[in-house]
């Protein structure tokens, strides 16, 4: 029943962007706080951003901060990532995912063994 599908992703260029979205159903979104991961191959799956459930409230990992924003348009059921200035240690395959528990927050990190819904994947590759 709780779907998370993710899109946006590709090839571009450092110092490009893209914007990924993040489709959801199944669930009330605007009660739960979403998170964007990804992971590099041979890497763990690392937090890169959340949001939680009205929008007042962002995350970030220290190596985006400044280049990635997260928002959300819950009347449209998604998430975004729009991420500028992408380096190629941005690469990876990102994912979304939601809290396990509705209408909770943590400071300052995303704690990734909270979150129990994940999509798919979409594919980044920052190259030249």
């Known amino acids: 029943q709780v779907q998370l599908v993710e899109s946006g992703g590709g090839l571009v260029q450092p110092g490009g962007s893209l914007r990924l979205s993040c489709e959801t159903s199944?669930?009330?979104?605007?009660?739960?706080?979403i998170g964007w991961f990804r992971q590099a191959p041979g890497k763990e799956r690392e937090g890169v951003s959340c949001?939680?459930?009205?929008?007042?409230?962002?995350n970030y990992a220290d190596s985006v901060k400044g280049r990635f924003t997260i928002s959300r348009d819950n009347a449209k059921n998604t998430v975004y990532l729009q991420m500028n200035d992408l380096k190629p240690e941005d690469t990876g395959v990102y994912y979304c995912?939601?809290?396990?528990?509705?209408?909770?927050?943590?400071?300052?990190?995303?704690?990734?063994?909270?979150?129990?819904?994940w999509g798919q994947g979409t594919q980044v590759t920052v190259s030249s």
């Open positions: 995912a939601r809290d396990r528990v509705q209408l909770r927050w943590f400071q300052n990190h995303c704690p990734r063994n909270e979150y129990g819904y």
């Open positions: 949001i939680n459930g009205r929008g007042g409230f962002t």
């Open positions: 199944g669930f009330t979104l605007a009660y739960y706080t």
